[in-house]
């Protein structure tokens, strides 16, 4: 092997594992506030740090809900609901399981039997000023997509303070999860609730 060929194998060799090492999962501590009650019912995504191959589901979506749910014997479940491009659009949903807890609070999540599942952990929740928030963070390796990850800012109501959003956002800096650098996507709410009423049944 030539020089330069050996030394541009090396280099490339070097990039990748500085690849390798960047993208990979994740597992910070859950929230000691999380309870199986606590994150029951319909949450709004407010926004989100996710990657192109996490997005998936939510490419298209609008108006986007989280409704979770219990089951029997322990089933516990994460429906991801949403409009499609625009809030008259069909309605999408995917519902995902949650199983295998463990610390409380941290799961994983599946799709559908025999898909890959993603580790699903609940890192913040709690209450301020009236507002009740979460924020989840889940994240996956494949040999076939790599290694994706997404953080959803959720609140009980469409809409969620720039002080509280600010926070949170800080909050999961701190933690180093998006160690891509990715903007932060606002989900789009508005004209999607034309008011408390459908916001509830829908
Ligand atoms: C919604 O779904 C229906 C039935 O699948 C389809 O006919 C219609 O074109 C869809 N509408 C939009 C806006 O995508
Ligand atoms: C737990 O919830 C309380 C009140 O809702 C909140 O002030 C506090 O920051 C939360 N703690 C954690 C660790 O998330
Ligand atoms: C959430 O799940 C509950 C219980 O199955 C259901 O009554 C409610 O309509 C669902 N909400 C949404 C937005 O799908």
Redesign the pocket.
């Known amino acids: 092997m030539s020089k330069k060929l050996a030394l541009t194998t090396t280099l490339a060799l070097f990039a990748l594992a500085q690849t390798g090492l960047a993208q990979t999962c994740r597992f910070p501590a859950p929230s000691q506030n999380f309870t199986r009650d606590r994150y029951s019912?319909?949450w709004y995504e407010i926004a989100k740090f996710q990657t192109a191959g996490g997005a998936y589901f939510e490419k298209d979506c609008v108006c986007t809900?989280l409704?979770?749910?219990q089951g029997p014997n322990g089933a516990f479940y994460a429906?991801n609901?949403c409009r499609n491009l625009v809030p008259e659009g069909n309605f999408t949903?995917a519902l995902g399981n949650l199983f295998n807890e463990g610390p409380a609070g941290r799961f994983k999540e599946q799709f559908f039997p025999f898909a890959p599942s993603v580790d699903y952990t609940i890192l913040l929740m709690g209450e301020r000023d009236g507002e009740e928030y979460s924020v989840e963070y889940d994240c996956g390796t494949s040999f076939l997509t790599g290694t994706n990850y997404c953080v959803h800012f959720l609140a009980r109501k469409p809409t969620m303070s720039e002080g509280l959003l600010q926070t949170l956002v800080d909050e999961v800096n701190a933690l180093d999860l998006n160690y891509e650098g990715l903007p932060l996507q606002m989900t789009k709410q508005e004209g999607c609730w034309k008011n408390a009423e459908e916001s509830m049944?829908?």
């Open positions: 019912g319909e809900q409704n979770v749910t429906d609901i949903n049944t829908q």
